[in-house]
């Protein structure tokens, strides 16, 4: 996937992260859920940082570019063993709970590089998990991208009705 839905796609993420986080009542918190959204499409451009032409290389500078030249796209940066390593780090920061946020960011950008030709999500093993249903950048993808992030969107509304319908029935 391209940058620009990668973005788009986290920013859902850290949204929905938010509204999940204060159980629907983000107006009470905006700077929470501000700075979930924010954090979420950052986070969603993160793994990218293996690829030298990407949208978050291009805005970190030479230090990673220099990365980019050593690592393979959609390896180790796309892997369990990324995510685990991020959760470890942000569970020793202040605020662990909006870079959660970021974490949940990078993670639909792994998920949603899967159809789009696969990650190293085992690295380092090497066999990529994937589809390649959909080609980066094509027609597929600027149908894709809104389906997954109008799904992201939802998901926080859907289990707000469903906790209603349960309170109602009981």
Same mark, same amino acid.
């Given at each position: 996937?391209? #940058? ?9 993420? #850290?949204?929905?992260?938010? *509204?999940?986080? =204060? ?5 009470? @918190?905006?700077?929470?859920?501000? #700075? ?11 793994? !990218?940082? !293996?690829?030298?032409? /990407? ?6 500078? +030479?230090?990673?570019? +220099?990365?980019? /030249?050593?690592?393979?796209?959609? %390896? *180790? =940066? ?5 995510? @685990? ?9 202040? @605020?662990? *709970? ?11 950008? &792994? ?5 789009? %030709? ?8 090497? =066999? ?9 950048? %094509? ?7 809104? &389906?997954?992030? /109008? #799904?992201?969107? &939802? ?5 707000? +009705?469903?906790? *209603?319908?349960?309170?109602? =029935?009981?």
């Amino acid at each position: 996937m391209m #940058g620009v839905s990668h973005r788009t796609i986290g920013a859902a993420t #850290g949204f929905s992260f938010a *509204m999940l986080e =204060t159980g629907n009542h983000l107006l009470s @918190y905006p700077v929470f859920g501000i #700075g979930c959204t924010v954090l979420g499409a950052i986070g969603a451009l993160a793994p !990218d940082l !293996d690829h030298a032409n /990407s949208t978050a290389t291009k805005h970190v500078g +030479i230090v990673a570019r +220099i990365f980019s /030249s050593f690592v393979t796209h959609r %390896g *180790m =940066t796309h892997s369990i063993l990324a995510v @685990y390593l991020l959760y470890l780090v942000s569970t020793h920061m202040p @605020y662990s *709970m909006v870079t959660m946020a970021f974490i949940a960011g990078y993670v639909s950008h &792994i998920i949603a590089d899967i159809p789009f %030709g696969g990650v190293s999500l085992f690295w380092p093993i090497k =066999t990529r998990i994937g589809f390649g249903l959909f080609k980066t950048g %094509g027609l597929s993808e600027k149908i894709v991208a809104p &389906i997954l992030t /109008s #799904g992201i969107l &939802i998901y926080p509304v859907h289990q707000n +009705i469903l906790k *209603m319908i349960m309170r109602m =029935t009981s």
